[in-house]
Structure formats: C-alpha cells, structure tokens
C-alpha cells in the first residue's frame, strides 16, 4: 500500500499525559498537512511542512502542541499534557506540486486519540 | 459565519433518487474539493476544481465562481453511497483546506 498510513489509529490516554502520532505520506510528496477534527465537525486545519520546514501553524495549536518532519519524509505529531478537549479525530494528508499546485491532498486513515 | 458552508446538514434518500448537496463559500479559493467520508474516519478525495463541472460515474460536481457556490449531485442513489459528504476550500499558497461541517448521507432501500 503506497497511501498515507497514521499510527497508532487509536490510542486511549488519561488526562495529563503525553501522547505522539506518526504519520508516512505518500512516498516523495513534500508538503504533509495535519488537521483535527472532533465529533460531528468537519476538519479543522493544525499544521503544515513543505519538506523538513514548518512553514504554518494554526491558533489551534496551543502549545501544547509540536508537530516535526525531521527528514522531510514522516511527521509526528506531539500533544503534551493531555485534556479532554483534545479529544478527537488527527487527520494527516500529503500532496506534491502537481500541475502547478499542490492543492490535491490524499488522507491517511486517521488517528482517533480519547483522552479520559 | 463559517468561511464554507454546506446544507443539508442530514439528508435521508431512497435507493434511486437524485440527491444535491450544497456548498458556498466565503473566501478566496484555488480550489473547490468534494470529499467523501466514511465511519472509521478515511476519506477520500471524490472532486476538486476551480471551474465548470466534472463528471464521475453517478457522481456530478459543479462550482459556480461568481456565486461562490458549489453543489454535489448523486443520480441514482444507492445504500453504498451512504456517507459524509465534506466540501473543502483549498486557499492561499499554503492550499491548506477549510472544510465545511459535513453532510450526512443515509440512502435507504
């Protein structure tokens, strides 16, 4: 399978501790988005890397939040001190400069954090 | 006011019946993307265009630039096309996507 896989797809944490996601995109796409997207709601845009650089980050991502792309390839994605408000669905989508924008994006499965 | 909008919020259909979903938007756009969403949370990417129309099997998407509006269309509903439907703005240099809040597709035999 060639697509954008997240891991783990779900995790369970108690409020106040750490959890990190992972996300691979699809093999040679250098722009890798992560969006989040809680009950009933349409996603909401988090981050975003254009190869190893951070180039944006949503007021969404308090900082609490880290997200990095050490090698332009995979991504993690850090949230810190967990409350349950960041329950929800993490989203990863990559895309590459295709036909002068990078505006198709392809998403991975997703990563359903519950925090208690 | 949310900067994408879609309506209907929830639409129940029987097997068969010709089915519109409605997008506008509020800010600029490069493109417009319909995206379908499935329990489980995947979703995959069913349109994306700047102008007209595009065809796909049942599937129909049209975009009206000076209206700001856009709209799904689904001939021939069936079970299997039960689903979210997300219309997304993809905008600025960063083509980052605002997402509409979804409409919930239950096609029922």
């Known amino acids: 399978d060639t697509g954008v896989s997240q891991d783990p797809r779900h995790k369970i944490t108690k409020r106040g501790q750490n959890v990190t996601f992972r996300c691979d995109p699809i093999?040679?796409?250098?722009?890798l988005y992560w969006y989040r997207q809680t009950l009933g709601q349409g996603p909401e845009f988090l981050t975003y890397?254009?190869?190893?650089?951070?180039?944006?980050k949503s007021r969404l991502l308090s900082d609490r939040f880290s997200a990095e792309r050490p090698k332009g390839s995979f991504s993690t994605l850090e949230i810190q001190r967990t409350e349950q408000g960041d329950s929800a669905m993490y989203l990863c989508?990559?895309?590459?400069?295709?036909?002068?924008?990078?505006?198709?994006?392809?998403f991975g499965p997703g990563t359903r954090l519950t925090v208690l | 006011k949310n900067e994408v909008e879609q309506s209907p919020q929830n639409l129940t259909a029987q097997e068969g019946e010709f089915i519109t979903i409605n997008c506008s938007y509020s800010?600029?756009?490069?493109?417009l993307h319909w995206l379908q969403q499935h329990p489980g949370g995947g979703i995959v990417s069913l349109f994306m265009?700047?102008?007209g129309k595009k065809k796909h099997g049942r599937l129909i998407a049209t975009i009206n630039i000076q209206e700001k509006h856009s709209s799904l269309h689904i001939t021939a509903s069936h079970p299997r096309d039960s689903a979210v439907y997300i219309c997304?703005?993809?905008?600025?240099?960063?083509?980052?996507?605002?997402f509409g809040t979804g409409t919930r597709l239950q096609v029922t035999l």
């Open positions: 989508a990559s895309s590459s400069l295709l036909g002068g924008s990078y505006n198709e994006q392809f």
């Open positions: 093999s040679e796409h250098n722009r």
């Open positions: 890397f254009q190869n190893e650089a951070q180039l944006e």
């Open positions: 800010v600029g756009i490069s493109a």
């Open positions: 265009l700047s102008s």
């Open positions: 997304a703005a993809s905008t600025g240099t960063a083509s980052k996507l605002t």
